[in-house]
């Protein structure tokens, strides 16, 4: 009986023991802390309009022409809301359409005529194969010009301006007036030049843009 008792008692004190004994720490995590979240890259930045008013004669160059500008428009980037056509042949988009990545316009007159400017600028285009485009484009013997459809009678030509070109001469269906168009090409860039007007037939408009075309291909052909 007097060793059961010594036994049972020798069990509690290694029981307390073992009770009294401290946890020990866990182990160190060997994973190198969380960093903080990197910080957004910032949003791209708008297009930058490519300013190409430069290649649209100035106030001076028109004026020694016999012509005044009547309205200026800031250069643009094109997008999905704001396409631009130099010429609608057929009446229909062409495949550079979509490739034009910068353009410019202005308006000015002569006695005679008002002369509508267009410049575009076009990514994987030369202006050449544009001006080539249109003129195979334009065997359905129409174009669209600011919405107004425009049959095309005559292509027309003007001795002494090198750049690959494109004129052709019409009257709008719409209205009794008639119209040329003077399609200028150089690098990546094309240029449509447009006289319209109740004062001048197509004869006229003709002879007035090619009088006015020395002065707009100077501008245009600048590097």
């Known amino acids: ?3 059961s008792l010594v036994v049972t008692g020798l069990v509690l004190l290694v029981a307390g023991c073992a009770a009294e004994t401290p946890a020990a ?3 160190p995590s060997s994973a190198p802390p969380s960093s903080s979240p990197s910080p ?17 004669p100035s106030e001076d160059q028109l004026e020694s022409a ?5 309205q200026d428009r800031l250069p643009y980037v094109v997008g999905p809301n704001t396409p ?12 550079w359409d979509a490739a034009a990545q910068s353009g410019a316009q202005a308006i000015s007159v002569t006695d005679q005529v008002e002369v509508r400017q267009v410049l575009a600028e076009y990514r994987g285009y030369s202006g050449e194969q544009v001006v080539t485009g249109l003129g195979q484009a334009l065997g359905c013997g129409k174009a669209v010009i600011e919405d107004e459809e425009l049959a095309v009678k005559t292509r027309f030509s003007v001795p002494g301006v090198a750049d690959p070109q494109l004129g052709f001469c019409g009257q709008f269906r719409s209205v009794r007036v008639a119209a040329c168009v003077l399609v200028l090409a150089h690098g990546y860039r094309a240029l449509a030049v447009t006289s319209s007007g109740w004062r001048a037939n197509a004869a006229e408009q003709q002879a007035e843009l ?10 245009f052909d600048k590097d």
């Open 1 to 3: 009986m007097r060793f």
């Open 25 to 27: 720490a866990p182990a």
């Open 40 to 56: 957004l890259s910032s949003a791209p930045e708008a297009p930058v309009a490519k300013d190409l008013t430069k290649y649209l």
């Open 66 to 70: 016999g012509a005044r500008r009547q």
């Open 84 to 95: 631009l056509h130099l010429v609608r042949a057929c009446g229909a988009d062409q495949p």
């Open 210 to 219: 090619k009088r006015l075309a020395p002065t707009f291909a100077t501008a």
